[in-house]
């Protein structure tokens, strides 16, 4: 029988199968042994076949035992904490609006390193996704664009759709709304504007979630939780209120799980993250998925071009005529920094 892992516990695991709805499975002790890479040998969103037992736990709950994981169409994972560097997993020769890319492994040039790093096993958030929504908010917390392009780019790695939602634009004004949203736009991304007070926005977010499987990501408090309640209310996520003090939101989703909607979509809601390493990105392939960077770097002198001190850098000529944002670029930089642990 085939299914898709919905939640994971701490000795079980969820997983949704058509016809028969919720089943809770143990797992063969050889998928233990494949997770050596990775904190768990499953994630939410994965494939696999199981053997049912067609009786009830104590909760009514039918009960199996997960056999296999078929392979991966993709995956969003975290880096271990501390880590840096993280070696690429594509390196692509072309790449289309929302991060579409495809070709070669950086890990196969010069200064690529095994996946499996020596700070710790990775930690997949969730396989399998159509696409991802970038949650964001311009105040309350602040927007955050490092953050942003973080999960842009890891999207682009893994070749998945992107959609931009900055939420709680009631609380900003046009002005601030069209700087924090032209640069995304230009790039080729799909952006809606929400709000969860005023109702904007939330039919096209609906509409867009309408099929297919959604990971929702973002920094804790832009307001994940409300956007879904407010998609599908029947599913009466907890949400709270951005603290005063420090201008974070608290984490309301603890864990990560695979929801159904009205529509027929299904939602990954994942705690709210302040800090993203990225796993799997070289700086080489940061260099080459960056958001908005587009053909430019071909223009570069330098096949390799990291676009910080090289010479005939298209990208930095490009930020010198003012063809590229200045404050986008000193945002690469940081991020390169963070990639290279400098």
Not at 273 to 289: N, Y
Request: with cysteine.
């Amino acid at each position: 029988m085939k299914a898709v892992v919905t939640s994971l516990g701490s000795r079980s695991v969820l997983v949704h199968a058509d016809g028969l709805g919720e089943i809770r499975c143990s797992l063969r002790g050889h998928l233990w042994e494949k997770s050596e890479e990775e904190t768990r040998p499953l994630a939410v969103g994965d494939r696999v076949s199981l053997n049912p037992d067609l009786t009830h736990g104590e909760d009514q709950c039918l009960e199996g035992v997960i056999e296999d994981v078929a392979p991966r169409r993709n995956r969003i994972a975290r880096a271990p904490a501390g880590s840096r560097g993280a070696p690429g997993k594509r390196d692509p020769t072309k790449r289309g609006p929302g991060g579409g890319s495809a070709g070669r492994r950086p890990d196969q040039e010069s200064g690529g390193r095994s996946r499996h790093t020596a700070a710790g096993k990775v930690q997949v958030i969730a396989a399998n996704i159509d696409q991802i929504l970038v949650v964001a908010a311009l105040h309350s917390p602040p927007f955050r664009p490092g953050l942003v392009d973080r999960f842009l780019v890891a999207a682009a790695a893994e070749e998945i759709d992107v959609l931009l939602v900055l939420n709680k634009v009631d609380l900003a004004n046009h002005d601030d709304e069209r700087s924090v949203v032209e640069p995304f736009q230009q790039a080729g991304y799909s952006v809606i504007q929400t709000s969860t007070v005023t109702g904007e926005g939330i039919e096209e977010l609906a509409a867009a979630m309408a099929s297919g499987i959604h990971l929702l990501v973002g920094h804790s408090g832009t307001g994940k939780s409300s956007l879904l309640n407010a998609v599908a209310p029947t599913l009466s996520l907890t949400t709270s209120e951005v603290t005063a003090h420090h201008g974070r939101g608290r984490h309301t989703t603890t864990h990560v799980s695979l929801l159904p909607l009205p529509a027929g979509g299904w939602v990954i809601d994942s705690p709210g993250i302040r800090e993203w390493v990225l796993e799997g990105v070289s700086p080489a392939l940061l260099a080459r998925l960056y958001p908005g960077f587009g053909e430019i770097p071909h223009e570069c002198h330098y096949g390799d071009c990291l676009h910080r001190d090289e010479p005939q850098c298209a990208l930095r000529q490009a930020v010198e005529e003012g063809l590229y944002p200045e404050d986008r670029y000193a945002c690469y930089l940081r991020v390169l920094a963070d990639l290279q642990g400098s």
